[in-house]
């Protein structure tokens, strides 16, 4: 980290990624795991991903959500954002978590309760095919954060046709269908 106090230009940092370079389109697939694997096993598939450059997982947590609170002026609408961690190797009281199916333990956690009044719905992992709204941290050896890009995991065993060998369908416009419709009845 850099900060120059004669020009007050502010900070500048270097930012460890993997792989380096990547852009924002770039993903790392996991799977496919099913729902009911457990958060460790979860764990085990990214760090298997990301075992080449000498990383590990240190969070995983999940998706940003609105929950209530008191309305005050940095809250005037009585919202604000929070997530949940699923695991994390900063906080013992998640390594319960590991043991714990990873798609019941999120729809859980994003789930409406006393103690976290979220407003958004659930998080319900078991019904789809790929998700990718789970937060994953790693770091290096030195215990330094690396940024990756987002994880998708595939749940669900699925046929990938790229977009050049897809099957030409036949359409026929909305309107054209209505006209036919009509013309029936």
């Known amino acids: 980290m850099y900060k120059d106090p004669d020009m007050m230009l502010g ?8 792989p380096n370079p990547h852009t924002k389109y770039d993903k790392l697939w996991v799977g496919p795991l099913d729902p009911t694997s457990t958060v460790a096993d979860l764990c085990s598939a990214i760090n298997e991903l990301v075992a ?3 990383l590990k997982v240190s969070m995983v947590s999940a998706p940003t959500q609105r929950i209530e609170c008191e309305k005050d002026e940095d809250h005037p ?3 604000k954002h929070g997530a949940r961690t699923l695991w994390s190797s900063m906080l013992p009281g998640t390594k319960a978590n590991l ?3 990873w798609a019941a333990l999120l729809l859980e956690l994003t789930s409406t309760s006393d103690k976290w009044p979220t407003v ?4 319900d992992a078991s019904k789809r095919t790929l998700y990718s709204k789970l937060t994953v941290a790693v770091q290096d050896d030195d215990g330094d954060d690396v940024t990756i890009p987002p994880i998708i995991i595939k749940i669900k065993q ?3 046709v790229p977009y050049q060998e897809r099957k030409v369908r036949s359409v026929a416009p909305w309107l054209v269908e209505q006209a036919a419709k009509k013309q029936r009845a």
């Open 120 to 123: 958004d719905l659930p998080e």
């Open 11 to 18: 900070f500048a940092e270097r930012i460890k990624t993997h």
């Open 99 to 101: 043991e714990k199916p």
């Open 158 to 160: 699925f046929e990938f």
């Open 77 to 79: 609408n009585g919202l």
């Open 52 to 54: 080449d450059a000498g």
